[in-house]
C-alpha cells in the first residue's frame, strides 16, 4: 500500500550542487509531475510526463530536468541548485484519460538551497 | 499568471457549524475541478470534485458547488469538526494541466 513515495524527505544543498530527487509509484499510473510548493503560491507543475519515454514542461520548469525511464519512476534533476529553489517538491500520479483526475501525491521532499 | 484564485487564506469556524472555501478561476477551458486538503508535512490528498457538465457534488460532510458562469466553485463542510483543521487547496483541471490555488488554512476551533 505503498502509493507514491519521494526520498529523500529533506535536503540541504549548496548554490551550484547538483541533485536527484526520487520519486516512485506502485499503481502502474500512466501520468507522473512534480510540483513546487511555496508560501502564498500553492502547487506549480514543473514537469510532467504521460508515459515511459515521454516528458513536457509545466509553469515552472526552468532549472529541472526530468526523464521517465519506466513507468514507476520519474526523477527531478537540479542541476546547479540555486537559492530560488528552495521549496517543498511533490510528486503526484494519476491514470491516463478522463477517468484519471484524481491525482495522488507523495510525502514531499523538503530542499533548501543555502 | 494565477489562473486558480483562493483569495481568503485563512478562515476559523467555530465547531459545529458550516465552513464555506472559496475558490474563483479565470480559465473557461478547465472542465475539471478538485479539492485537495493537507496536513503538515504530508502530501495533499483527494477530498472531493466536481466535473464541469454538474453544479453540484456531495460526500457526506463535504459539498462542492460549482457556479461556471461566475467562475467559481465553493466547498462546504457541515458540519465541521477539528480534525478538519488543515489546508485546502482547489484545483482544475485543463488536458494534462493542474492548476492550483495558494490555499486556505481551515482552523476548526473546539
Known amino acids: 500500500n505503498a502509493g507514491v513515495t519521494q526520498t529523500p524527505k529533506f535536503q540541504v544543498l549548496k548554490t551550484g550542487q547538483s541533485m536527484t530527487l526520487q520519486c516512485a509509484q506502485d499503481?502502474?499510473?500512466?501520468?507522473m509531475s512534480w510540483y513546487r510548493q511555496d508560501p502564498g503560491m500553492g502547487l506549480r507543475l514543473i514537469h510532467y510526463?504521460?508515459?515511459?519515454?515521454?516528458?513536457d514542461q509545466g509553469e515552472v520548469p526552468n532549472g529541472y530536468n526530468v526523464s521517465r525511464s519506466t513507468t514507476e519512476d520519474f526523477p527531478l534533476r537540479l542541476l546547479s541548485a540555486a537559492p530560488s529553489q528552495t521549496s517543498v517538491y511533490f510528486c503526484?500520479?494519476?491514470?491516463?484519460?478522463?477517468?484519471?483526475?484524481?491525482?495522488?501525491f507523495g510525502a514531499g521532499t523538503r530542499l533548501s538551497v543555502l | 499568471d494565477q489562473q486558480v484564485k483562493q483569495n481568503s487564506p485563512s478562515l476559523s469556524v467555530q465547531e459545529g457549524r458550516i465552513s464555506i472555501l472559496n475558490c474563483d478561476y479565470t480559465n473557461s477551458m478547465f472542465d475539471y475541478f478538485l479539492w485537495y486538503k493537507k496536513y503538515p508535512a504530508e502530501g495533499p490528498t483527494f477530498l472531493i470534485s466536481i466535473s464541469s457538465i454538474k453544479d453540484k457534488n456531495e460526500d457526506g460532510r463535504f459539498t462542492v458547488f460549482l457556479n461556471k458562469s461566475a467562475k467559481h466553485l465553493s466547498l462546504h463542510i457541515v458540519p465541521s469538526q477539528p480534525g478538519d483543521s488543515a489546508v485546502y487547496f482547489c484545483a482544475a483541471r485543463a488536458n494534462n494541466d493542474m492548476r492550483f490555488g495558494a490555499g486556505t488554512r481551515l482552523t476548526v476551533k473546539p
Open positions: 510526463s504521460v508515459g515511459a519515454g515521454i516528458t
Open positions: 499503481m502502474n499510473h500512466e501520468y
Open positions: 503526484a500520479s494519476r491514470r491516463s484519460g478522463t477517468g484519471g483526475n484524481i491525482q495522488y
